[in-house]
């Protein structure tokens, strides 16, 4: 299966956590680009955050110091630990691996912040 599968999304309420989790069938440990995107009604897909091979990671402004991403290559495995969620952050989150047309994107997964 080439369609990686997400899991972890939710109902929360703010100031919430919740952990998302992307598992490929294959190896990740190769891939030079790992990502979360979010979209919302109505707004372009937007990314998130980020890893390399190397281990650097990359955040969008918004959710600097509230989201970490991190990766298991042992498990083939890419998480998105999401604290102090707003309502704003309201969204479909999805996975994608690897860059441009190669990539294969996830489902989605939807997470819902609200009181």
């Known amino acids: 299966q080439a369609e990686p599968v997400e899991s972890g999304g939710g109902l929360v309420q703010p100031g919430g956590s919740l952990r998302l989790s992307c598992s490929a069938s294959?190896?990740?440990?190769?891939?030079?680009?790992m990502g979360w995107y979010r979209q919302v009604p109505g707004k372009q897909r937007e990314l998130v955050a980020h890893i390399a091979m190397t281990g650097s990671t990359s955040y969008a402004d918004s959710v600097k110091g509230r989201f970490t991403i991190s990766r298991d290559n042992a498990q083939n495995t890419v998480y998105l630990q999401m604290n102090n969620l707003k309502p704003e952050d309201t969204a479909v989150y999805y996975c994608?691996?690897?860059?441009?047309?190669?990539?294969?994107w996830g489902q989605g997964t939807q997470v819902t912040v609200s009181s």
């Open positions: 994608k691996l690897g860059l441009g047309v190669r990539g294969s």
């Open positions: 294959r190896s990740i440990a190769s891939l030079n680009f």
